[in-house]
């Protein structure tokens, strides 16, 4: 009874960080597009227009091809009318998947008890379901992250099903081909098959040459497919950087294996993420080393075979932060920390601790124990560093909430009062595309709340509510009127997400004549993370020629999620 009882309490906390992300996602995900996922909104208004061709879904963005997600994309979007939290529920059940797919193929490439193989799925969880991965988690084109782990998940554990080998190659053809065509790492999944295969099945296809003939064929059409009038982004920095930076090369592909780990200890997180990082390739390369003396001493190559799956996914961490050491050092050595990266090294801490527990379970049994301790103890150092990132995760939500509301907020007055100078920064980088592309959204539907289409504040205010702030006097400071005050919201009990600053005309009717941020508190380590002031504090400076009308100011919270906007006490006539 002691022993199900224990069980029941592992398989709980197991499944908890996956509740727990799904509640930050409820807390902290934004509705509203964000950069390259206006070029999803591209697709999903021709796709709605019945204009959509096959070049649509296929072509290149930046270094990608997004096929088989743009497909999700649309369909995610016809069914929700492109809320985009639909796509990051949808990126928490295919890593689920993932999970599952892991924690079985755990169980069968290892001799760990269930007890065992459940504490160390519980650490797998909190790795890959650690809020840390808030870019991944909170941007809906992020989904095709997880379209690529997923594949790259279910094809290791075709690999060790009892199918035939003919049916194992097809399935693996067909989930490499998702994975080339959903991100451009995708292509990582073919090397490291073909690794895994040539280990798991070499008499075989040695036997029947036609089946790599095959397999090859198959990945050179995928590469000439990929790579047919690719374009190299001309924003990306030169490849050629890492030749000429080679110790910074080496601490920033450390890092990246090191930041999931490291990124919570701020000032030092570079340095941590590195140290951390190195740490666990190292390990990685000795179990291996391990491994393969073995095989070469004792001819028995079935501990290997049952490790070729967990080498197969750690060298594809590796060769993913080949990658993006290359392509992305130019920018800068602490660029290995951005979250997220983290989504295509962090199966180097995975593929570590299966392969522990291989080495541990396989040793001479004078060293049994020794190295059960060791896997234990590598479990509890990840888990444990795992659990100290969670609120420096959570924080980066917070500043990623306030930044995609902010964006949200000045996007439903892109037609009445529009603030291009923010929108290209937050939003997205051509305001006239910009403007175009909501407003074509927005007549079928698909930007909720609608866009704003009157500067009249009554037609947003909610009577109910009044005085949930305070607009202070203004003041004449070298020629401008500065503005000040406090706003928060009455419903939501926070900032308000912006200040709408109106100007009465002659007709009674209230214009809104300008936009203010409101500070908040940001907790966050990015350097993206401005300071915006006090919780609830605001100040702008208006020129006196912008007022008109009888010149009397009023000042109003906005809330984003209702279109509400809720008035501030005092009123001032200049």
Not at 183 to 204: D, R, T
Not at 345 to 374: E, G, H, Y
Not at 423 to 445: H, M, Q, R, Y
Not at 463 to 468: G, I, L, P, R, S
Request: glycine share 6%.
């Amino acid at each position: 009874m002691k022993h199900k009882v224990f069980i029941a309490l592992l398989f709980g906390c197991s499944v908890a960080p996956i509740i727990h992300l799904i509640w930050l996602i409820h807390c902290y995900g934004v509705d509203s597009p964000y950069w390259d996922e206006w070029e999803t909104g591209k697709l999903i208004l021709a796709v709605k227009s019945g204009a959509a061709t096959f070049h649509d879904f296929f072509k290149q963005q930046n270094e990608h091809r997004q096929f088989f997600p743009n497909i999700l994309f649309a369909v995610l979007a016809e069914l929700s009318h492109w809320n985009e939290k639909w796509e990051m529920y949808f990126s928490v059940f295919l890593d689920v998947l993932s999970s599952l797919a892991l924690f079985r193929l755990l169980r069968m490439t290892t001799r760990l008890p269930i007890y065992a193989a459940l504490g160390i799925s519980f650490v797998f969880n909190l790795i890959l379901f650690n809020p840390l991965h808030c870019d991944a988690w909170l941007t809906g084109i992020a989904l095709s992250d997880f379209v690529l782990d997923f594949c790259l998940a279910m094809s290791l554990l075709t690999l060790y099903l009892p199918i035939s080998l003919q049916k194992k190659i097809l399935i693996c053809i067909m989930l490499s081909t998702i994975s080339t065509f959903s991100f451009a790492n995708g292509m990582n999944v073919w090397i490291v098959l073909s690794f895994a295969l040539s280990i798991l099945f070499w008499p075989e296809l040695n036997k029947n040459r036609w089946l790599p003939a095959i397999w090859i064929g198959s990945f050179a059409l995928n590469v000439w497919l990929y790579l047919h009038d690719y374009v190299k982004p001309p924003w990306h920095p030169p490849l050629s950087t890492v030749l000429h930076a080679k110790r910074q090369a080496i601490e920033f592909y450390c890092a990246l294996f090191g930041s999931p780990f490291g990124f919570a200890f701020h000032e030092n997180a570079l340095t941590v993420s590195a140290v951390c990082g190195a740490g666990i390739l190292g390990l990685f390369l000795l179990c291996c080393a391990w491994l393969a003396r073995d095989a070469w001493r004792s001819r028995n190559f079935e501990r290997i075979k049952c490790a070729a799956g967990w080498i197969a996914l750690g060298q594809y961490a590796l060769i993913s932060g080949v990658m993006l050491t290359v392509g992305r050092l130019g920018f800068g050595v602490e660029q290995a920390l951005t979250t997220r990266y983290m989504r295509f090294t962090l199966q180097l801490s995975l593929a570590l601790l299966a392969l522990l527990a291989i080495v541990a379970w396989n040793v001479k049994p004078r060293r049994t124990a020794t190295c059960k301790w060791i896997v234990a103890g590598m479990a509890i150092l990840l888990g444990a560093f795992s659990l100290y990132a969670i609120p420096a995760g959570i924080d980066e939500m917070a500043c990623f909430r306030f930044y995609r509301k902010r964006g949200k907020a000045y996007l439903q007055f892109i037609n009445t009062v529009p603030r291009t100078d923010v929108l290209s920064k937050i939003v997205f980088p051509i305001p006239e595309v910009l403007k175009t592309s909501a407003n074509a959204l927005d007549e079928i539907g698909y930007i909720n709340p609608r866009l704003i289409r009157s500067v009249n504040v009554s037609e947003l205010t909610d009577e109910k509510v009044q005085d949930t702030g305070s607009f202070d006097a203004p003041k004449l400071l070298e020629g401008k009127l500065a503005l000040s005050g406090l706003a928060m919201l009455p419903y939501r009990h926070e900032p308000a997400d912006l200040v709408l600053i109106c100007c009465e005309q002659e007709n009674g009717t209230r214009e809104i004549i300008a936009l203010v941020d409101v500070g908040t508190e940001l907790r966050g380590t990015s350097d993206k993370r401005a300071d915006f002031g006090s919780p609830g504090t605001w100040r702008c400076e208006l020129s006196p020629g912008a007022i008109r009308g009888t010149r009397k100011l009023s000042a109003w919270a906005f809330d984003v999620f209702s279109q509400k906007a809720f008035k501030l006490a005092g009123e001032y006539k200049l």
